[in-house]
């Protein structure tokens, strides 16, 4: 893929190769009869949804997943023919985009029906949608019911509207809570097909799920964190490789005497005469704060770690240990570890939350460079 010109140093740098690589890794897993329906919200978990998307559906993807009606029109403008699935709650207000754009909405309820049911009408549309269930995540949907089930047989006959998948969401708490989880929506799903309620996709595995409990996968899953490498399974595996690289260069070395204090507060200060380097990033980047006097970059082979209060567009770091450091001299942030550089699993840790945090919260400011395909 061509890259415009690059106007800053720090960059996020995603591997397409990789990217496709663990695409493929994950049809093997699930077999020729579960279809994968890649979830790129957040700007695809902050490696750029509309670049990554060309390459999953080049890879086999059925359909697209976001989470919000603005991440899903700038899909469609891009790719006005990829099947995009909306997994969160669009307003009524906004629903004429979701039929005028030919997304597909979850719903969970009569009056959302008949509300896209006319708009597609009006349009000369059929307006296509998931049904949510809450099988105990209680975030979105409603939970298996006679009720329910009653009213998603009214939504089957809504003029206009197509009925495509019905899904659930694991709340991943142990397994006897997902597999509590797992039969109250399969149980649903037979009471509804008693009635005459055909899926064509059924649906509760997300990247844990689908490597964790392969019984789980039914005929679709839904991978998010496990196409970029994140792992995130407790009793199984599989070999993904990180995709992004988060780099910048020195802009400025500052050689400071022991005793003086630097960024901030001074709430670092130098135990021996230091040479310090000014690295161009921070946490309007995405990276996080807390990782002050815990997180390292990768200069010249050496770790270097970061030193001082990190600010809003740059922080600090000791190269003192580093050889031959100058200006211009590049600095892993996040890499895959080989080089010793910190993976987004270990800043996840060191930041006390988890690797899909650290990856969502990147900001636009950094320049997305891609490599491969």
Known sequence: MTNTEILRDTQIVVDLNKLAGNMTKIKEMVGADVDIMPVIKANGYGHGACAIAQTLMECGASALAVATLTEALELKEAYPDYPVLIMGYTPDRLLHWVVEKD???????????????????????????????DTGFHRLGKCPSDEFAAEISDIFKVPHLAVQG??????????SEDEEQYQQFTDFIKKLEAIGCKFHYKHIADSIACV?????????????????????AQYADINVEQILTFKTAISQLHEIPAGEGLSYDYLWKAERDS???????????????????????????????IVGVICMDQCMADVTDVPDV????????????????MTIAEAA?????????????????????????
């Open 326 to 341: 100058c200006c211009g001299m590049e600095a892993i942030i996040y890499g895959d570890g080989k080089d010793g550089s």
């Open 103 to 133: 997304i597909i909405q979850t719903i969970w309820s009569i009056e959302q029906a008949e509300k896209l049911g006319q708009l597609a009408g009006s349009l000369d549309k059929t307006a296509c949608v998931h049904i949510k269930v």
């Open 212 to 232: 964790d409990y392969p019984q789980y996968r039914m005929n679709l899953v839904r991978p998010g964190a496990l196409l970029y490498g994140m792992k995130g």
């Open 349 to 373: 840790s060191l930041s006390s939350t988890n690797k899909n945090d650290i990856i969502a919260r990147l900001t636009a400011r950094p320049p997305r460079v891609y490599i491969g395909k």
């Open 166 to 175: 019905i899904f659930s969401h694991l709340a991943l708490a142990g397994l």
């Open 275 to 305: 040479i310090i380097a000014t690295l161009p990033f921070g946490y309007a980047d995405g990276y996080p704060r807390n990782l002050r006097d815990k997180g390292y970059v990768i200069i010249n082979g050496t770790r270097a770690p």
